[in-house]
């Protein structure tokens, strides 16, 4: 798969207009003041936390999968609103290494569910020139969901739109034990002396995990109203914002994010400075 670096990505306008902002909220709640979004002042990269959905199929009397299903619609309007306003990067956090303690049923169920969501939904992306990257071992994955995957990727390599990065059967500190391993044997090669060594710095660590060539998260979105980070990007969202709202997953639309991204503006990032 050919890899474009962040500088070679064209930054799209973020001149949006009052006009195209109203075409993208098109029913702002009153709480919420749609004047105060500052357009040039959208994150780079988002990263999103998508939880929730079986709570919300809990409270309805519905199965866990039914959950899931209700949430591919958050999904769609992530990506499609994440684009609209000129994110460059949203990683959504799809299924972690610990997922796979859930019960059967449900994991094979979600399995389905990503290859056909990935299936129906790859053309229309490709057309509005999204990126598809995945981070994650693929391999642990039923064939056709992993061949879905790596479909899309292959299909959009080449796009300069939005890349959308879907974390799949990962973990972050799998990801950082990796990224130590191959550093080690590189060492016991002898590939890397003591000067390499000296100068080796958090910019070529970060080289060495599945992210290499994104830029570290801006934003990081949980839903559901749980305050833990559980075992996403613990490296790169070093300096994120956080934003968690109650909302579960599957009721997450455009004013939710509208309302992450007002939060963001409000912020002063001094990353560890005065």
Known sequence: MT?????SLPVPSRALSHERLNEIFTSVPSDVDLTALDTALI???????????????KDR??????????????????IRTSNDV??????????????????????????TLFAKTMAAELEGMHEEN??????GDLSELPAKTRETFERAQKQTANNTGMTLIIAVNYGSRVEIVEAARSLAHEALAGN??????????????????DTAGIPDPDLLIRTSGEYRISNFLLY??????????????????????????LSYQQRNRRFGGV
């Open 86 to 111: 000129g994110v460059r990067y949203l990683t959504i956090y799809s299924f972690s290494t610990e997922n796979w303690s859930r019960p059967l049923q449900e994991v094979k169920a979600l399995m």
């Open 43 to 57: 994150p780079q990269h988002i990263a999103v936390i998508m939880d929730g959905n079986g709570r919300w199929a």
């Open 192 to 209: 890397l002396d003591e000067a390499a060594l000296a100068a080796f710095d958090e910019e070529a660590f970060a080289e060495r995990l």
């Open 236 to 261: 790169q969202i070093a300096y994120s914002e956080l934003y968690v709202t109650e909302t579960l997953w599957p009721d997450f639309d455009r004013y939710e994010l509208l309302r992450a991204l």
């Open 61 to 78: 009397g519905l199965p866990r999968a039914a959950g899931h299903k209700a949430g591919i619609e958050g999904v769609r309007e992530l």
């Open 3 to 7: 890899e474009l670096s962040p500088a």
């Open 130 to 135: 999204v990126r598809i990257r995945t981070i």
